[in-house]
Nanobody, 116 residues
Framework: QVQLVESGGGLVQPGGSLRLSCAASGFTFSSYAMSWYRQAPGKERELVAVITSYGGITNYADSVKGRFTISRDNAKNTVYLQMNSLKPEDTAVYYC?????????WGQGTQVTVSS
């Protein structure tokens, strides 16, 4: 059974940091590109960051470049999103995604709220 379980969300003040984790099971994690998406209330889900299967290439949305870092540990079947210098506009539900060819899996999401 495929599972993607996000953790690490919460309430943080502007300028603060959070580290999201996504633990994967039920598929060959190292063969999948991993991504983080987010969805704010009333908005469409958007891609935040992506990392290739062995971590050689990463890409980021312009809105988070220089502030967020995606990484993965294939030995632990886990992908991370380090979020620094958080802004109120980063408030959203953050979702972990795994994709390889036509196979795509989603986590249940974790809420990140940036507010003073």
């Amino acid at each position: 059974q495929v599972q993607l379980v996000e953790s690490g969300g919460g309430l943080v003040q502007p300028g603060g940091s959070l580290r999201l984790s996504c633990a994967a099971s039920g598929f060959t994690f190292s063969s999948y590109a991993m991504s983080w998406y987010r969805q704010a209330p009333g908005k469409e889900r958007e891609l935040v960051a992506v990392i290739t299967s062995y971590g050689g290439i990463t890409n980021y949305a312009d809105s988070v470049k220089g502030r967020f870092t995606i990484s993965r540990d294939n030995a632990k079947n886990t992908v991370y999103l380090q979020m620094n210098s958080l802004k109120p506009e980063d408030t959203a539900v953050y979702y972990c995604n795994a994709q390889r060819w036509a196979s795509k899996y989603w986590g249940q999401g974790t809420q990140v709220t940036v507010s003073s």
